[in-house]
């Protein structure tokens, strides 16, 4: 009975550590306005995100864990070989989800007015 509960403490300690290290590092509420020509900014929930994706690599498809970086690290407004654009890297990714699991795919349903 003691070594369970030793073991059960150790189990919380470690949960508790893993958890403080995530919110300490993933964002929670933002809004994306990196392009801004026509189109409101769009407020993303991504702490909610977090477990609406299996992985954080679903989206940060090129980062290691605990490394992610923003998608317009690496994307530009127009793309650069293989690299798509950053508008396109956010609604393939962002709206083939929605699509799938029944999320909001209408323009107005992100870009609030
Ligand atoms: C699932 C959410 C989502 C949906 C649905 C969506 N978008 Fe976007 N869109 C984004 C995000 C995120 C950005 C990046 C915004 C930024 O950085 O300012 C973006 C950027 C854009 C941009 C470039 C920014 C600008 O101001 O020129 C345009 C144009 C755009 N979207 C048009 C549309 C249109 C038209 C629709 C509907 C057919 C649509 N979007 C639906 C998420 C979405
Ligand atoms: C549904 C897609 C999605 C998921 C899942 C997701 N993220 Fe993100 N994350 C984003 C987007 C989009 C941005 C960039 C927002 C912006 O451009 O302002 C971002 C930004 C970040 C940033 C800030 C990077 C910087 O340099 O400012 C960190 C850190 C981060 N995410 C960590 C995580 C971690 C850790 C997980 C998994 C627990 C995770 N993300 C899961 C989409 C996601
Ligand atoms: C470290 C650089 C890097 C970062 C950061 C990055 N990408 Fe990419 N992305 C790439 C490269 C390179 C490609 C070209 C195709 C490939 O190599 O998979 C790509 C391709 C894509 C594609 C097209 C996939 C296809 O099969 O055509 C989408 C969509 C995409 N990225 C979305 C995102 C989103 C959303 C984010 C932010 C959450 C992001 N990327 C962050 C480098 C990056
Ligand atoms: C792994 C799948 C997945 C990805 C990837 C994803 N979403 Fe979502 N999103 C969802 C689901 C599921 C909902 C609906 C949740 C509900 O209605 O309970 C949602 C809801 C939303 C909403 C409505 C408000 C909210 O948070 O409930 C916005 C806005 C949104 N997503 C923006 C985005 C943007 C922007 C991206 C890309 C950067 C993105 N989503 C990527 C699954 C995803």
Redo the contacts with the bound molecule.
Sequence with gaps: MKKFAAFLAIVVAVMFSAGVVISAEAPGKVT????????P??VFDHKAHTTRAKACKDCHHKNEPGKEQKCSACHKASAEGKTVAL?DA??TT??DC?KKMKG????D???KK
């Design positions: 994306i306005k990196e392009i801004q020509k026509t189109k900014p769009v508008k956010f609604h962002c709206r929605h909001p795919t209408k323009c349903d992100c870009h």
